[in-house]
């Protein structure tokens, strides 16, 4: 979806988003960082279905959507990379504190506060 959402934007917007792209290639370093460190740590690229990464979807989403309909808004755009910044982050974290996969990684706040729960005990 990533591939697609951004061929969009470099062949049919990219004189609007030209000026700010330094901020999109920061994301797409680190979408790309996440999953080497995902592979590398664990030995596949997990789909951890982090709250963070569900509402950078649905942030991005709207920046595209409004993008094709109604032109770039930079307030939007800055929102919605910052947004997918943050989730991937998390997604780059997250590696270093697990040993297996897990289904229903929520994001760190939980893991850690699971994490306090089981060292109380």
């Not at 999953?35 to 963070?52: C, D, E, N, T």
């Not at 289904?103 to 760190?108: A, D, E, N």
Request: net charge positive; proline share 2%.
């Amino acid at each position: 979806m990533y591939a697609m959402a951004i061929f969009g934007i470099f062949r049919f917007k990219w004189n609007d988003l030209e000026p700010h792209a330094w901020f999109l290639y920061i994301f797409l370093a680190i979408f790309v960082f996440s999953y080497l460190v995902a592979f590398i740590r664990l030995g596949k690229i997990p789909g951890l279905h982090q709250y963070s990464a569900i509402t950078a979807g649905y942030v991005q989403g709207t920046f595209f959507f409004v993008l094709f309909v109604w032109g770039f808004h930079a307030w939007l755009y800055y929102l919605a990379v910052g947004c997918g910044i943050l989730a991937y982050t998390e997604k780059t974290i997250i590696p270093f504190k697990i040993n297996n996969i897990k289904r229903g990684i929520k994001g760190l706040y939980w893991m850690m506060k699971k994490e306090k729960s089981n060292n109380l005990q």
